[in-house]
Nanobody, 112 residues
Framework: QVQLVESGGGLVQPGGSLRLSCAAS????????MAWYRQAPGKQRELVAV???????NYADSVKGRFTISRDNAKNTVFLQMNSLKPEDTAVYYC??????WGQGTQVTVSS
């Protein structure tokens, strides 16, 4: 059974940083691409960043230059380093493992 466990969310001031982690178990993690999504109140879930099995990454335009996705295949873990955070980054962040597995979500709140 595949499980994704996220951690690292919290409350941060604008301009601050957070690092999210997503640990996967029960899957051939290293062969899949992984992704981070987010969902703000009243909005649809949106793709934030994706990383391939070889480490190539792509980002939503809204986070380019501020967020970095990375992975540690030995630890079955994907990370999202978020810098220069803005209030509009406030959302619940989810990791996704194909074809259908989601983490429980971790809240990120950017506020002064």
């Amino acid at each position: 059974q595949v499980q994704l466990v996220e951690s690292g969310g919290g409350l941060v001031q604008p301009g601050g940083s957070l690092r999210l982690s997503c640990a996967a178990s029960g899957s051939s993690f290293r062969f899949n691409f992984m992704a981070w999504y987010r969902q703000a109140p009243g909005k649809q879930r949106e793709l934030v960043a994706v990383i391939t099995s070889s480490g190539s990454a792509n980002y939503a335009d809204s986070v380019k230059g501020r967020f970095t996705i990375s992975r540690d295949n030995a630890k079955n873990t994907v990370f999202l380093q978020m810098n220069s955070l803005k209030p509009e980054d406030t959302a619940v962040y989810y990791c996704f493992l194909p074809p259908k597995y989601w983490g429980q979500g971790t809240q990120v709140t950017v506020s002064s």
